[in-house]
């Protein structure tokens, strides 16, 4: 695989996000013990970053400039440069933060010009949580057989009614993506645009061990209204949009996510580097391969960039940069000995975000069935 140097601009963009993040550290703690400290921080550099993302640059008047650059936030390659960093800071703070996020670039993809500007607006006008709901209790992975419902009447009104689980930031969302069912099959399902104001809407955050700042949730849609102009793709081919556009939204995202467990394992490696002498060799082995999932994840995000269907690098990427952040924290771990979770609790809680990043967005035996599928279709076979 050929080396890919990030280019002035992408540098510029990894200093600036390295010093923010280190403005994240200080309320880590304190995010984890109450979640709503996010509100408290919207200030901060790497939060006002992350709340920018994911819009396109025509609807967005206020994008992050540093120096003679300008950062939407609307490339892979951007992202995943400025995700390590700032998940090196804080994860937790990062998923905590507003911003369109995945269904943003639901919208972006599906979306016509009205619904655009309705969501983008809402979103840069201050800062806004969003969410994106696809996942059913006791389905887990298997998006296809969904059975939440878009029930429409007959003078034209239509209503959601299902359960989601395991969305993050739904407690505190304006407005999300609710995937449903219309009929059978993968053509049967759409995405629609839901204000968390409505009636019948309904979240509640789980208990999580790790990654708290997300508010990972439940939600309830008992009979929730959904105006004709909230369903997205309406103006495009069935076969364009529903579990289309989720996949399609998941490989966009996932170098992203991949670059999130980079960054945890970094800042794993970093800490027992700076509290012991010990485990030299093996945390030297462990930064050789932050060094080399780095270029497998920039990979990746520019193979989404360049074609969003192409997401099998971007399955590689996050597989094996979540193994990286569990290898790394477990042996900074036992580097550190016997009671260092109690002793080091910055490690301990790395170690807890190191576990929940590999649920999000499809785990390990997921990302490999899709490396597998493509090996056996020759994707891999110009590298």
């Known amino acids: 695989?050929?080396?890919?140097?990030?280019?002035?601009?992408?540098?510029?963009?990894?200093?600036?996000?390295?010093?923010?993040?280190?403005?994240?550290?200080?309320?880590?703690?304190?995010?984890?013990?109450?979640?709503?400290?996010?509100?408290?921080?919207?200030?901060?550099?790497?939060?006002?970053?992350?709340?920018?993302?994911?819009?396109?640059?025509?609807?967005?008047?206020?994008?992050?400039?540093?120096?003679?650059?300008?950062?939407?936030?609307?490339?892979?390659?951007?992202?995943?440069?400025?995700?390590?960093?700032?998940?090196?800071?804080?994860?937790?703070?990062?998923?905590?933060?507003?911003?369109?996020?995945?269904?943003?670039?639901?919208?972006?993809?599906?979306?016509?010009?009205?619904?655009?500007?309705?969501?983008?607006?809402?979103?840069?006008?201050?800062?806004?949580?969003?969410?994106?709901?696809?996942?059913?209790?006791?389905?887990?992975?298997?998006?296809?057989?969904?059975?939440?419902?878009?029930?429409?009447?007959?003078?034209?009104?239509?209503?959601?009614?299902?359960?989601?689980?395991?969305?993050?930031?739904?407690?505190?969302?304006?407005?999300?993506?609710?995937?449903?069912?219309?009929?059978?099959?993968?053509?049967?399902?759409?995405?629609?645009?839901?204000?968390?104001?409505?009636?019948?809407?309904?979240?509640?955050?789980?208990d999580t061990v790790g990654l708290r700042g997300a508010q990972i949730s439940a939600i309830r849609l008992d009979g929730v209204p959904v105006a004709p102009g909230r369903i997205l793709g309406a103006h495009l081919p069935a076969s364009a949009r529903g579990m289309w556009s989720a996949l399609r939204t998941f490989n966009l995202l996932r170098p992203g996510v991949a670059a999130i467990a980079l960054g945890i394992a970094r800042a794993a490696i970093e800490y027992a580097r700076s509290q012991s002498g010990r485990g030299r060799d093996e945390l030297d082995r462990l930064g050789h391969r932050v060094h080399t999932t780095r270029q497998l994840i920039l990979r990746a995000a520019h193979e989404v960039d360049r074609d969003a269907r192409n997401g099998y690098y971007a399955s590689a990427a996050k597989a094996q940069a979540a193994q990286l952040a569990e290898e790394a924290t477990q042996q900074a771990l036992r580097i550190l000995g016997p009671g260092s979770r109690f002793a080091h609790p910055w490690l301990d809680k790395l170690a807890r975000d190191a576990r929940g990043v590999e649920f999000m967005e499809g785990t390990r035996n997921v990302q490999r069935l899709t490396v597998c599928h493509a090996l056996t279709k020759g994707r891999f076979d110009d590298d």
Do not use: C
């Open 1 to 206: 695989m050929a080396i890919i140097e990030p280019d002035d601009r992408l540098r510029v963009l990894r200093e600036h996000a390295r010093e923010w993040a280190a403005e994240l550290r200080p309320y880590s703690f304190d995010l984890e013990r109450d979640p709503d400290t996010v509100y408290r921080h919207l200030d901060l550099p790497a939060v006002d970053y992350v709340g920018k993302t994911m819009i396109p640059a025509h609807l967005q008047p206020d994008p992050m400039r540093i120096g003679r650059y300008t950062y939407y936030g609307s490339t892979a390659v951007e992202r995943v440069v400025a995700a390590e960093e700032i998940a090196f800071g804080d994860a937790g703070m990062f998923l905590a933060s507003p911003g369109a996020s995945l269904s943003g670039v639901l919208v972006g993809m599906l979306g016509d010009e009205a619904q655009q500007e309705w969501y983008f607006g809402r979103v840069r006008s201050r800062p806004t949580w969003t969410f994106f709901a696809l996942t059913e209790p006791a389905r887990g992975s298997d998006a296809m057989s969904l059975s939440t419902q878009l029930r429409k009447a007959p003078d034209g009104s239509a209503t959601l009614h299902g359960e989601k689980r395991y969305v993050g930031n739904a407690t505190r969302a304006e407005v999300g993506t609710v995937f449903a069912r219309t009929g059978s099959g993968p053509l049967g399902v759409v995405a629609v645009l839901v204000e968390t104001s409505a009636p019948g809407y309904h979240a509640e955050a789980l």
